[in-house]
């Protein structure tokens, strides 16, 4: 069975830094593009990045491009999301979620799996 | 970039049908064939529906179909059931610096 499991998340005030973890089991997590996309409270779904299999491709939304890091480790089986320069507009859960490798989109709109997701709260 | 458009709510009784639209533009929905729709209950993590427009990912209800005719993609659910109550996001690919577009969400209300 896949999973995906976020954990980091909490409390930072504006101007902080948090990293984010996605632990990932149940498939062959080297093989597959990772995403993160985030969803503020009671708002709709937003992408953030992208990471290639090999980590060699790497795409960040505009709003987020700078300031987040997104990197993965396959000998781990784990996705990372270092935020930086936080801002009371990041407050929202984060998800990672797998790519399936079939898709062809320069940067997938399509995830088959989603974590349960990590709430990342930014307030003074 | 400005989200997909889709309608904030729409609704319908048991047994009947619906269709979520999703309007974007030629650098994204009209675009490409890379628009995705899923579904999210209250407190869970959004669930695949339609990929690639119109293909269903196995074990998702045939209820469920999609299709896309100039910059608008639509999805339809047909049977209406209670369980598909929910909210449905659609997703693109786009050409801009953005890479990825959701919509807005639509709330499903079975009514």
């Known amino acids: 069975e896949v999973q995906l499991v976020e954990s980091g998340g909490g409390l930072v005030k504006p101007g902080g830094s948090l990293r984010l973890s996605c632990a990932a089991s149940g498939f062959t997590f080297s093989s597959y593009s990772m995403n993160w996309a985030r969803q503020a409270p009671g708002k709709g779904l937003e992408w953030v990045s992208s990471i290639s299999s090999d980590s060699n491709y790497i795409y960040y939304t505009d709003s987020v491009r700078g300031r987040f890091t997104t990197a993965r480790d396959n000998a781990k089986n784990s996705l990372y999301l270092q935020m930086s320069s936080l801002r009371p507009d990041d407050t929202a859960v984060y998800y990672c979620?797998?790519?399936?490798?079939?898709?062809?989109?320069?940067?997938?709109?399509?995830?088959?799996?989603w974590g349960q997701g990590t709430l990342v709260t930014v307030s003074s | 970039q400005s989200a997909l458009t889709q309608p904030a709510s729409v609704s319908g009784s048991p047994g009947q049908s619906i269709t979520i639209s999703c309007t974007g533009t030629s650098s994204d929905v009209g675009g490409y064939n890379y628009v995705s729709w899923y579904q999210q209950h209250p407190g869970k993590a959004p669930k695949l529906m339609i990929f690639?427009?119109?293909n269903r990912p196995s074990g998702v209800s045939d209820r469920f179909s999609g299709s896309k005719s100039g910059n608008t993609a639509s999805l339809t659910i047909s049977g209406l059931q209670a369980e598909d109550e929910a909210d449905y996001y659609c997703?693109?690919?786009?050409?801009?610096?953005?890479?990825?577009?959701f919509g807005g969400g639509t709330k499903l209300a079975v009514l």
């Open positions: 997703s693109s690919y786009t050409s801009s610096s953005t890479h990825v577009l």
């Open positions: 979620s797998r790519v399936p490798p079939e898709q062809r989109a320069p940067v997938a709109p399509t995830t088959d799996s």
């Open positions: 690639d427009v119109s």
